[in-house]
């Protein structure tokens, strides 16, 4: 799986959009990125992944560069409730396994 | 739905004991991982089982094993424990190891090792 870099921590304002960058520069044509995040205590929840293309859910935006080597989760308005470590996660589908690193710690604040 | 359950969600145990946790798949995910979590880092992959076989292993010692049952629960066993084994043990679940929609993660069992 290729390695991923993510600032250690990240503040935004409540109501605001949060933009959490990530640069998986060595990432393969056939990896996928996906984002997590986990709460204290809790395991960690999927949020969102792509390909190519930028993805939106219900949840966040992907927005994923042309030459795929970085990308941006976006939380079009934080809330207290999305503090949490988000994690950026490149692995090809069908992996056995995916690598976490230390991710970035999302504080909100009102 | 229930989501991944996990048992225990905590426990204590003493140097050089063994511990077997238990991991309960959402409904009708086959594929069942295991992470362990240490304080302050990201979770770090130790196997993964799909139909009941072993299709990945992350850098664990052999002290950690596990198995995946007829009906796609699965156990982690570690024995000879060392101090370093305490942090959070995750498990995750999906429909299906090729195509990958993404994990479902229980809560977690804490363990300690004092």
């Known amino acids: 799986d290729a390695k991923t870099t993510q600032p250690p921590s990240m503040d935004c304002a409540e109501g605001r959009a949060a933009n959490l960058p990530c640069n998986h520069s060595?990432?393969?044509?056939?990896?996928?990125v996906y984002w997590y995040r986990q709460i204290h205590s809790q395991g960690p929840q999927y949020i969102i992944h792509?390909?190519?293309n930028n993805e939106t859910n219900e949840m966040a935006s992907l927005i994923i560069t042309e030459d795929r080597k970085s990308s941006t989760l976006i939380l079009p308005h934080a809330t207290l409730r999305d503090t949490a470590v988000y994690y950026c996660?490149?692995?090809?589908?069908?992996?056995?396994?995916?690598?976490f690193g230390d991710g970035t710690t999302l504080t909100v604040k009102p | 739905d229930a989501g991944v359950t996990q048992s225990p969600t905590h426990l204590i145990k003493t140097r050089g004991q063994q511990v077997t946790l238990r991991c309960s798949p959402i409904?009708?995910?086959?594929?069942v991982s295991w992470y362990q979590q240490v304080l302050g880092q990201g979770p770090q992959f130790i196997f993964q089982?799909?139909?009941?076989?072993?299709?990945g292993r992350g850098n664990f010692p052999d002290r950690f094993s596990a198995r995946q049952f007829p009906n796609y629960s699965s156990e982690l066993n570690v024995n000879a424990l060392l101090l370093g084994d305490s942090a959070l043990y995750l498990c995750?679940?999906?429909?299906?190891?090729?195509?990958?929609?993404?994990?479902?993660f229980g809560s977690g069992t804490r363990l300690t090792v004092v």
């Open positions: 995750a679940s999906s429909f299906s190891r090729g195509l990958w929609l993404g994990y479902t």
């Open positions: 060595t990432i393969s044509g056939n990896e996928y």
């Open positions: 792509g390909l190519k």
């Open positions: 996660i490149v692995r090809v589908a069908g992996a056995g396994k995916s690598t």
């Open positions: 409904s009708g995910h086959k594929s």
């Open positions: 089982y799909y139909e009941k076989e072993e299709r």
